[in-house]
């Protein structure tokens, strides 16, 4: 089936869904593959943390009181604008300083809750402050998060054009036609992916948006807040620092048990002092959700000198379903099994992406060559470089991460740079080789994979280091399995090759 | 059809689904927000999540029915008329709102 030449042209409602889903399909895939890889990658941010943060790798973190920390803050506690500390869970073996001070830059420190002693800067952004930040926002500030949201509700439609075109959806279903025909083959794979992660798509690229509610319409926001400033904040409190020193802090801990039994939960990890040492300082702490699909937004403050409760979150219906729409798109939940399906999924939905790419290339290469246009041979550079060409690059930046010295200036921002020139000479490299672009970036991939995991052990010596072994050999073991498919892809695509 | 008015057409009708659907989707989400915090009495943060959920559901709907609608002009009036209806309704019924303080 051909789409419509045009879109006046007359034809029922699939021919002019699919317009939609080849033209929009083909112009945001690109954008839509490296939101779902970096989103793919995030699901496991924090152990790609540890692989890239080697001294962080600690065994299960002991229970500690959030006074301990105390001295690891030193004079920042009573100086500083403000500070927190996000306490070790079952992902994070450590716990996290985070400090604004009175003068000068931001701090950040890991702390061996062992010994409470601040662990030497990695230098590395890791997973959570490269591919989390990269699936909304690309890095480069609000540019990317309005081209990530307006590819997440393309996505959205692409996904329901998709239903539409599709006219024996659930025949479909049990039908991959592996021999002979390639071109078949990718469209079977577009469809299989599609129809089986169907709901995850659907639900993941609407949360994607929904999530940001305060961002993506601000005639409504500024329309609503404009003569209610303080509705803004949406029930969160502040007051402003009185001028005049305060008393001395109250036990943190103490608080954390009031915030506890008020939530009758977990308890709180993340601890923030607002105005330390000022008679206004203020305690928030927030609600923990490792056990709840949503991801609450709730909070509870107090008063630093006196303990006193000056607030809490209000709960409304409304704000419930917001938080459970959080929660899904986030998985911040400890669920190992679900987790992994996230994982699965999203990695479903980059197939879905990459064969929709590649099977526009392939159903128009021979036209395309007979008529001496150029669209096929862009379209397969751009493809091959976005799709193998991100998981060399996500891999040039791994095993950057593992040459590079510790302690090195600006390490962190060398890392983003090689992540950034493999992706570009990924992209010089398809342009030149044509149609053996697929071939030899699959053996680029293999080769990484194996060097990654290579290095890893070389440098590191995890294998006698037992402490932390799961999300790092987790890792490994991914990336070796990854290898030896990217392999024999590549031995594959070679036979075809005339 | 002139292959240049064919383009132009499609480029119209592309905007038409980005541009024009994320107008009308902007006024829906402030319309439903400013109705529930009028007549219903709804928090402002709680209004502006339902509204701009439904607005964003609104935006996916209307980007695919502007390809399903074949004449190009009605796509275009109709996003008109729709813009124009719940932009004016949230300018006229803005003042209505609560005053801070006097609603929850």
């Not at chain 1, 839509?32 to 065994?59: H, K, N």
């Not at chain 1, 054009?161 to 078949?184: M, N, Q």
């Not at chain 1, 990459?354 to 862009?378: N, P, Y």
């Not at chain 1, 060409?389 to 950057?400: C, K």
Request: charged residues 15%; positive net charge.
């Amino acid at each position: 089936m051909s789409p419509p030449v045009h879109p006046d042209d007359p034809g029922d409602l699939r021919l002019a869904m699919n317009w939609f889903h080849t033209w929009f399909g083909l112009f945001l895939g690109g954008l839509l593959f490296v939101i779902f890889w970096t989103g793919t990658l995030a699901v496991f941010d924090r152990e790609i943390d540890r692989w890239m943060m080697p001294a962080t790798r600690l065994g299960t973190a002991p229970a500690i009181t959030a006074d301990a920390l105390l001295p690891v803050i030193g004079d920042h506690a009573t100086t500083a604008r403000q500070w927190r500390m996000i306490l070790p869970d079952a992902r994070v073996p450590v716990v996290e300083v985070q400090i604004s001070p009175a003068k000068g830059s931001f701090i950040r420190h890991f702390v061996d809750p062992r010994t409470m002693r601040i662990l030497p800067d990695e230098g590395t952004y890791g997973g959570t402050r490269f591919f989390y930040p990269y699936h909304f926002r690309l890095n480069i500030g609000v540019t990317g998060l309005w081209l990530c949201a307006f590819a997440a509700v393309v996505m959205v439609a692409l996904c329901i054009s998709g239903v539409i075109i599709h006219r024996k959806i659930f025949a479909d279903f049990f039908t991959l036609r592996i021999v002979r025909k390639p071109l078949r083959t990718i469209l079977d794979l577009h469809n299989l992916s599609g129809v089986l992660a169907l709901p995850f798509l659907l639900v993941i690229s609407f949360t994607g948006v929904a999530v940001f509610t305060f961002s993506y319409l601000p005639t409504a926001q500024s329309l609503l807040f404009r003569g209610d400033p303080a509705a803004a904040a949406s029930g969160y409190f502040s007051r402003k620092p009185a001028g005049q020193p305060g008393g001395p802090l109250v036990s943190l801990e103490g608080l954390r048990d009031k915030a506890t039994a008020y939530w009758n939960g977990d308890r709180p990890k993340y601890v923030q002092l607002i105005h330390p040492g000022d008679a206004n300082a203020y305690v928030e702490i927030r609600r923990p959700s490792a056990r709840t699909i949503s991801y609450s937004t709730e909070a509870i403050w107090f008063d630093a000198a006196s303990g006193e409760l000056l607030a809490t979150s209000p709960t409304t219906g409304t704000r419930r379903f917001y938080d459970f729409m959080y929660g899904i798109h986030l998985v911040q939940f400890d669920h190992w099994p679900l987790r992994w399906l996230y994982f699965l999924s999203g990695l479903a939905g980059c197939a879905l992406i990459a064969t929709g790419l590649l099977f526009w290339v392939q159903s128009r290469r021979k036209r395309h060559e007979k008529l001496g246009m150029r669209g096929v041979h862009v379209t397969e550079a751009l493809s091959a470089a976005i799709t193998t060409g991100l998981l060399a690059a996500t891999l040039g930046f791994m095993i950057t991460n593992r040459l590079l010295p510790v302690g090195l200036e600006g390490r962190a921002s060398m890392e983003v740079w090689a992540f950034h020139a493999v992706w570009v000479a990924t992209l010089l490299h398809a342009a030149i080789r044509g149609r053996s672009v697929w071939h030899e970036q699959c053996w680029m991939i293999a080769a990484g994979c194996l060097a990654a995991v290579l290095l890893n052990a070389g440098t590191t010596g995890y294998l006698t280091n037992g402490n932390s072994l799961w999300p790092v050999a987790g890792i490994d073991l991914f990336l070796l399995s990854s290898g030896v498919v990217a392999a024999w892809t590549a031995l594959k695509l070679r036979r075809k090759q005339p | 059809m002139p292959s240049a008015i064919a383009t132009l057409r499609v480029t119209a009708r592309v905007l038409a689904s980005v541009a024009g659907a994320y107008a009308v989707t902007a006024g829906t989400a402030a319309l439903i927000a400013v109705l529930l915090v009028t007549g219903a009495h709804l928090s402002r943060s709680d209004a502006l999540i339902i509204g701009s959920t439904v607005g964003y559901l609104v935006f996916t709907f209307l980007m695919l029915w502007c390809f399903a609608e074949r004449r190009l002009a009605r796509v275009w009036l109709v996003l008109l008329v729709a813009g124009i209806c719940c932009h004016g309704g949230v300018m006229l019924l803005e003042p209505f709102m609560p005053l801070p303080g006097a609603a929850p």
